[in-house]
């Protein structure tokens, strides 16, 4: 089975920027479409952006024109690259393959606050 990873959360002010990191270890990580989804307390874990094997992407309406996705395949790493950041976006941000549900593994998340 594979291991998810993610890092580079942090405290920042409204309108700043951040770049998280995803190291995903496991073949059904490497070769199929990868995502980064956010959740906040008491909520469910919604997907931000989508990123096939081939680099083509999507984004949830509320972050569009302001994050990236982009993965690394030689290295199996993802990232997201958050810019224009607003207290709305203050969640745990987790990577796993697009459409993951509650029962796939998951990785402990790296905690995104954006102070206003």
């Known amino acids: 089975q594979g291991q998810l990873v993610e890092s580079g959360g942090d405290l920042v002010q409204a309108g700043g920027s951040l770049r998280l990191s995803c190291t995903a270890s496991?073949?059904?990580?490497?070769?199929?479409?990868m995502a980064w989804y956010r959740q906040t307390p008491g909520n469910q874990r919604d997907m931000v952006a989508m990123i096939t094997r081939g680099g083509d992407t999507n984004y949830a309406d509320s972050v569009k024109g302001r994050f990236t996705i982009s993965r690394d395949n030689a290295k199996n790493m993802f990232y997201l690259q958050m810019t224009n950041l607003k207290p709305e976006d203050t969640a745990v941000y987790y990577c796993?393959?697009?459409?993951?549900?509650?029962?796939?593994?998951w990785g402990q998340g790296t905690q995104v606050t954006v102070s206003s």
């Open positions: 796993n393959k697009y459409r993951a549900t509650r029962y796939d593994r």
């Open positions: 496991g073949r059904i990580y490497q070769t199929g479409i």
